[in-house]
């Protein structure tokens, strides 16, 4: 396993932006953010692993994953915010096995930031 800190959530009206950034304690090949709704299950929404990305099909082209492996850091950009957006947002990793970004959004996580808030108001 390795230790991630998520930062960046808030709140902010439909069509807003908002950067989520998660520190990891050292780098790890594949990475991610998952998403919790009240009263649904945790769903991966932006998986990375060298260079290939997986988004859920809800934020393609609205939403952005980047890594900065100098920094073990990777990034989720928020563009055009919908109220459906609202939801506790988790960091992610898979540290132990080899996995695609799609295979790992789709739940193979052994690792999991504290979460971070993020609340779309129409």
């Known amino acids: 396993q390795v230790q991630l800190r998520e930062s960046g959530g808030g709140s902010v009206q439909a069509g807003g932006s908002l950067r989520l950034s998660c520190a990891a304690a050292r780098n790890v090949d594949v990475m991610g953010w998952f998403r919790q709704a009240p009263g649904k299950r945790r769903e991966g929404v932006a998986c990375?692993?060298?260079?290939?990305?997986f988004y859920a099909n809800s934020v393609m082209g609205r939403f952005t994953i980047s890594r900065d492996n100098t920094k073990a850091m990777v990034y989720l950009q928020m563009d055009d915010l919908k109220p459906e957006d609202t939801a506790i947002y988790y960091c992610?990793?898979?540290?132990?096995?080899?996995?695609?970004?799609?295979?790992?959004?789709?739940?193979?996580?052994?690792?999991w930031g504290q979460g971070t808030q993020v609340t779309v108001s129409s």
């Open positions: 992610a990793a898979q540290a132990n096995f080899p996995a695609s970004a799609s295979v790992m959004c789709g739940g193979l996580v052994d690792s």
């Open positions: 990375e692993n060298s260079g290939v990305t």
